[in-house]
């Protein structure tokens, strides 16, 4: 399976008289504002109003708040956003303040072509003939790279009052390695190793258990760690001949 990489096209807006921002946020607004006021391409499209306010849980990357970030739309690179990442319906979301007003847009998934939030870097990406979906870069070298596609499920479930209301599971990943241009999918130590040159296992497995790494729960520091091993010790059997 192909990994291929876009460059995003077009944006959204919105405009919704809300609660005014906690303290805490007026920086965010701020520095979004001074991002946007010399090129208000990105505002424009869709509006945006949170619908889960009832909900047990949230959609969102790690936390219900917004967070600085960073954003390619149209092929142009844009610091200091008030972004989020909604997992469930893979949609990245932008806030600024303008006049005491939070105003919120949708930059919908076809028109990023990537964005940097809370720590992490995502591309967006598609299976060969699937629907594209962003990526979380974990480590990125010419022979192998490794990437996690995050999410979360939603169920309704009744409150206290027999009322249906939604309910949001922790977040979730699936871990995926891009080795000589296909990508698969790992699910454990076994199944990594299993993906790799029959030359390379001995030493692969070798780090794994020197450094008691555990592929699906390890760090991403851990993980990059590892991926940049792997990708010395296929250097290395290619020139043995151990292809």
Known sequence: ????????????????????????????????????KHDPLIQNGVYYSYPYYNAL????????EFGTGSVEF????????????????????LS?????????????????????????QFIKAEYQAGEPEFFQLISETPRVSCYYS??????EVRDSGNRSIYSF????????????????????????????PEAARDQLRFYIQENQLQVMEGSDQDMESFIVYCSGVLDQTTKQGGE
């Open 1 to 36: 399976i192909l990994l291929i990489l876009f460059t995003g096209r077009a944006g959204c807006l919105a405009q919704e008289k809300q609660p005014e921002a906690p303290e805490a946020f007026q920086q965010v607004f701020s520095a979004t504002q001074e991002a946007l």
């Open 57 to 64: 849980g949230h959609p969102f990357l790690d936390t219900k």
């Open 74 to 93: 149209r092929g142009k690179h844009y610091d200091g956003l008030s972004i989020n990442y909604d997992l469930f319906n893979q949609h990245i979301i």
């Open 96 to 120: 600024w303040e303008s006049e005491g007003i939070l105003q919120m847009s949708l930059l919908e998934p076809q028109f990023v072509s990537g964005f940097q939030l809370k720590g992490k």
């Open 150 to 155: 995050w999410y979360k499920e939603r169920r």
């Open 169 to 196: 599971s922790d977040q979730k990943n699936r871990r995926f390695l891009l080795l000589d241009g296909e990508l698969y999918r790992y699910k454990s130590n076994k199944s990594i190793l299993k993906l790799f």
